[in-house]
């Protein structure tokens, strides 16, 4: 039988089912897809406590949805990170990264009309969880060889010591779930 955790995001009560990544860790699973309401009061919430940016950038997939309301809402463009090259993407940059959810080694790419719209910007990076971290560190890189300049950081949600780094920001904390 499933088992569940409850909490209050942007005001919004959710139940978020637990997963085992593990044999001795379950995450409650924050999926943004398909839930409406709750993306556009994060990103309200979210574009509340972001400084100034110019472009909002955010890795493939599951934030898609946030950053496109938060786009839409502040009216400033954002760009999706891809998790391969496509066919319009000419001379690609690129990083390789590893996160809790997926169970091998990535990469991400950021094609050259993207690098162009990005350099010199103040770019906001956006994601639905932040969790070990690794995922945020390679969008910061790849930003950083794109020649972009950091605004800031965010996510929904901060999970397991993520929600102790002054580095981010975020809504509320989702705590990991030790067996």
Do not use: H, W
């Not at 088992?3 to 978020?16: D, F, H, P, Q, V």
């Not at 110019?54 to 949805?65: M, N, R």
């Not at 999706?80 to 990264?97: A, C, D, E």
């Not at 790849?142 to 605004?151: N, P, T």
Request: proline letters at 3%; aromatic letters at 8%; glycine letters at 6%.
């Amino acid at each position: 039988m499933a088992e569940y955790y409850n909490m209050k995001i942007a005001g919004l009560e959710r139940s978020l089912e637990k997963f085992p990544v593990s044999d001795s860790l379950d995450i409650a699973a924050f999926i943004l897809f398909g839930d409406v309401e709750i993306t556009v009061k994060a990103s309200e919430e979210l574009l509340k406590k972001a400084p100034e940016f110019d472009c909002i950038i955010t890795p493939e997939a599951k934030s898609i949805p946030l950053a496109y309301e938060m786009a839409r809402q502040s009216g400033k463009p954002y760009i999706v990170i891809r998790k391969g090259v496509k066919v319009y993407m000419r001379n690609s940059l690129s990083v390789t990264v590893r996160s809790i959810t997926t169970d091998k080694q990535q990469s991400l790419y950021l094609g050259e009309t993207e690098v162009d719209m990005i350099k010199g910007k103040r770019v906001l990076i956006v994601d639905d969880v932040i969790s070990t971290g690794e995922s945020l560190l390679a969008v910061r890189e790849l930003a950083k060889k794109a020649g972009a300049i950091e605004a800031a950081a965010c996510a929904v949600l901060a999970e397991g010591d993520a929600a102790e780094r002054k580095d981010i920001i975020y809504l509320e904390k989702l705590p990991l779930f030790f067996k």
